[in-house]
């Protein structure tokens, strides 16, 4: 079990560790609990948000509108509890929104038979600009709701809350995707949905589900996301779908479906999280450290790609 | 003796461990039609793509003239003057037949296509070769017959002085064959080297010069046509006797049980009319028909793959089958014509494929019963002969026949009372066709009722209890095979009377 963990996952893994050797040699506080804490604490709202895009991706789809689905996520909690509504009602609500948001996509790629891309796209839009109607534009803070700002600031047996937050959405995606047959309905429809439909799995249904998880996962990431920033902003997570496209295919989640984890999707995210980090710890300037993570993102894929055609060879 | 254009000398191409073609040489001459005959899966279309650039040769060498030569891609094939034309169209519906004839080859000036130019010279090489169609004619207005000679005159539009015609005749009428001769005869005529394959003997002994026989990949013999017949040929090319291709019938066994399928008046506008059988218990029910007279289409309605009117019965119930969810949960099984496609997911392991349809009946309450799975996979390892390291090796590494017998675990797995099988042993190598035979007697004796749908006279008349035959999409005669001859299902397939 734990032979073959390493075995499939000894590329990335590699990587992740040279990462973080080459980092502890260029900066002498990279290795210090404070960062490492604060590394996760960064990673730990795009890993889950990449999770969702994960089940999107092994569909051989993709899913754009994430970061808006998102602002809209912490929007509606937001404006929910500054008009004096119960946390305990709207964070269902809140995430019933997201959930909802991932029908959408799910339901009408499905119902058109159109390319997610085309489909996510446009939600990306509309979803941003209901988030902007609703706010008028405006940032809306919050301050002194407890369990709002637990979320993000909160410690659990001395942990902190957002990383219990991590883990458990870590366990409960493993579980789905690798044990459940949903999970494995997800993996055979993204692998050939033809053979999928001729084997009797309903492809319409499973593509709407991982959707709909999708958006669970992006309202999970919203939701922290206005606990940190203790106010919900219209312009938040923008970009952040890319963020998490590049922790997915940097994990070695394949464009073309049916090959991907969740521990690798992590993997990869902390790839990003590291990087950034230690280009931070050193000073590198913003752009240049944009760069930077692009080339690394291509480079990975290559090794990906390459390894592949050997297999196949 | 007329010279050598052409020559392979020990050309083999092997892809893993599958040796598609082992130590081949033949020598195609000038003004001479050299057939390569053997059955699916033999290596003929290998050898063809090699020559035609498609694969490069594992090992062995290609000769041009007397000339060492290496295609690195199809255009260095046909710059050496190779012409192919394959039996897959690769013609643009909205383009004219003369654009189609020059497309990629356009004449031009500057790199303005030149049209009147492709009009004049597409009018050349169809009356040269006598095809009698209009050069300015869009190629989506033609029959699939005509298209295949669009397809022919296009091969010729290249200067060439070997032509390779790969299956031609298979979507011909016989007038066409006709055409399709003549121009051969004229290629002849300009001493040019015609290389031939096709699987209808008759057509072979009639136009051939020379014969070579594949078989699994091994060359067998080149033979004068002149001083062999069709029997000797068929030897050469099954390797055995008739008897040993198929299992025989444990006669004891041979009652048939109840009825289990009841198909009335089933239509589909676009792809089949009025068709109407019963299925019983334990017996198989052969399928013959020509490409494209809807037998697959019936067999994809009866999987809620296409809609349907009329009405289907399963064992005395009226059923709507409107999806392959309901086809499964009345106890049919469907073994597609594209396995690749439809049947297996390749990049996922032997494992996965195997549970393919049964994963989430052998699951409680959502969770995957691996346990269960793995027993699963390794009993039709075991019993079905696959041949693989071990299950978690992807099936798209897998030889066809191996991939084949995973898509029938797959269905096997979920005990199904109906076993459709289209095209169950297409590009499988012999000695896999036979278990694949067995499994289908193993079955029926066990009470399987088996639709055989099949291209392959010999195989669909030796495995069946009853033969339906399928023309332009309609149901037009039941046989029973006992005592069957070719020519009278042929007869009925063609709608014409082979002694004409």
Request: with cysteine; hydrophobic share 45%; proline share 3%.
């Amino acid at each position: 079990m734990i032979k073959s963990f390493f075995r499939e996952y000894a590329g990335i893994l590699g990587g992740l560790l040279i990462l973080c050797l080459v980092s502890s040699f260029l900066s002498e506080y990279f290795w210090s609990v404070n960062n490492v804490t604060n590394i996760i604490l960064q990673t730990s709202i795009v890993a889950i948000v990449a999770f969702g895009m994960t089940y999107a991706i092994l569909l051989a789809g993709i899913d754009l509108s994430v970061g808006s689905i998102v602002a809209l996520t912490g929007l509606v909690l937001v404006i929910g509890l500054t008009n004096g509504l119960p946390f305990g009602l709207m964070l269902p609500i809140a995430l019933l929104v997201a959930v909802f948001c991932g029908f959408s996509n799910g339901f009408i790629t499905t119902w058109l038979g159109v390319h997610p891309f085309i489909v996510t796209m446009s939600f990306m839009g509309i979803w941003r600009g209901v988030a902007m109607l609703t706010s008028d534009g405006q940032a809306v803070s919050l301050y002194d709701n407890a369990p709002f700002e637990y979320i993000f600031n909160g410690y659990l047996f001395g942990i902190p809350f957002p990383i219990i937050i991590l883990l458990s959405m870590i366990a409960l995606n493993h579980f789905v995707l690798s044990k459940t047959t949903f999970g494995r309905r997800v993996y055979i429809v993204g692998g050939n949905p033809e053979a999928a439909a001729y084997s009797g799995i309903n492809v319409s249904k499973t593509t709407i589900y991982s959707y709909m998880i999708t958006g669970l996962m992006a309202g999970v990431g919203g939701v922290m996301l206005a606990s940190r920033m203790f106010s919900a902003q219209p312009t938040a997570a923008n970009g952040m779908e890319l963020d998490a496209i590049a922790a997915c295919v940097l994990g070695g989640t394949s464009l073309t479906g049916g090959r991907g984890t969740i521990i690798g999707t992590l993997i990869g995210a902390l790839i990003i999280a590291v990087l950034s980090n230690v280009m931070s710890l050193m000073n590198v300037d913003f752009f240049v450290s944009l760069i930077v993570k692009g080339v690394v993102i291509l480079i990975a894929v290559g090794i990906d790609v390459y390894k592949n055609k050997r297999k196949a060879a | 003796m007329s010279k050598v254009l052409l020559e392979t000398v020990g050309l083999c191409k092997h892809f893993g461990d599958n040796k598609a073609v082992d130590g081949l040489s033949i020598r195609f001459r000038a003004g001479k039609v050299h057939t390569i005959l053997g059955e699916n899966g033999c290596g003929k279309s290998t050898t063809l793509k090699m020559l035609a650039g498609v694969h490069p040769p594992t090992f062995g060498s290609i000769l041009r003239n007397g000339k060492n030569v290496e295609f690195k891609s199809p255009r260095d094939s046909r710059d050496n003057g190779i012409a192919i034309i394959f039996q897959e169209l690769s013609l643009c519906n909205n383009l004219t037949v003369a654009e189609n004839i020059f497309a990629n080859n356009e004449p031009h000036r500057f790199g303005v296509i030149d049209s009147k130019k492709i009009i004049s010279d597409a009018k050349g090489i169809l009356n040269k070769y006598h095809i009698p169609i209009s050069a300015e004619i869009k190629v989506g207005s033609l029959s699939m017959a005509q298209r295949q000679l669009v397809e022919i005159a296009k091969g010729l539009s290249y200067p060439s002085d070997v032509v390779i015609f790969d299956e031609p005749t298979s979507s011909l009428s016989d007038s066409e064959v006709e055409i399709l001769f003549n121009i051969i005869s004229e290629l002849k005529s300009e001493n040019k080297a015609i290389i031939y394959v096709s699987h209808k003997m008759a057509e072979i002994m009639r136009i051939s010069d020379d014969i070579t026989v594949m078989r699994d990949g091994q060359y067998i013999d080149t033979v004068d046509k002149a001083e062999t017949s069709i029997d000797p040929l068929i030897t050469m090319m099954v390797g055995r006797e008739m008897s040993d291709i198929y299992p025989s019938k444990n006669e004891s066994a041979s009652e048939i049980g109840d009825l289990v399928l009841s198909v009335k008046s089933l239509t589909n506008p676009n792809a089949f009319h009025n068709v109407s059988f019963d299925l019983h218990a334990g017996e198989v029910v052969g399928f013959f028909g020509l490409v494209g007279a809807g037998r697959s289409d019936v067999m994809n309605a009866l999987f809620g793959m296409l809609p349907y009117e009329g009405e289907i019965l399963i064992k005395g119930k009226k059923v709507a089958i409107e999806t392959p969810i309901i086809a499964i949960e009345n106890g049919i099984a469907f073994v597609t014509e594209n396995r690749k496609e439809e049947g297996l997911v390749l990049d996922h392991s032997v494992h996965i494929n195997c549970n393919l349809a049964s994963f989430e009946r052998i699951a409680t309450r959502g969770l995957l019963n691996e346990q269960a799975e793995v027993s699963q996979t390794e009993d039709s390892i075991k019993r079905m002969n696959i041949r693989v390291q071990n299950r978690h090796q992807s099936v798209g590494s897998l030889s066809g026949g191996n991939q084949q017998k995973i898509v029938l675990a797959k269905w096997l797995e979920r005990q199904p009372d109906i076993l459709i099988l289209d095209e169950p042993t297409r590009g499988v190598d012999v000695g896999a066709k036979y278990e694949i035979y067995s499994i289908i007697r193993e079955l029926t004796e066990k009470g399987t009722a088996v639709i055989l749908v099949s291209s392959e006279l010999p195989e669909v008349m030796n495995m069946s209890d009853r033969l339906f035959v399928m023309r332009e999409k309609k149901l037009v005669k039941e046989f029973k095979t006992k005592g069957l001859t070719q020519d009278k299902v042929m007869v009925y397939a063609t709608g014409v009377d082979s002694n004409d």
